[in-house]
């Protein structure tokens, strides 16, 4: 993944995390928390592969 890629994602995994604390309606929460655990697992794999390759 290049800079820009993760840029992005770390982007979108704040604003998820914005539109979280904002969400009133329990079942969206619980959707845009999986986007969160997904995006965050993405990120620190893609970091973990950054450090063994250095």
């Known amino acids: 993944m290049n800079d820009i890629e993760m840029?992005?994602?770390k982007k979108e995994l704040q604003r998820l995390k914005e539109d979280y604390q904002k969400c009133e309606d329990e079942?969206?929460?619980e959707s845009i928390m999986e986007d969160i655990v997904l995006?965050?697992?993405v990120i620190n794999m893609s970091e973990s592969e950054s450090?063994?390759?250095?």
Do not use: C, D, S
């Not at 450090?51 to 250095?54: D, F, I, L, R, S």
């Open 39 to 41: 995006i965050g697992q």
């Open 27 to 29: 079942l969206l929460k």
């Open 7 to 9: 840029a992005l994602l």
């Open 51 to 54: 450090e063994a390759t250095v």
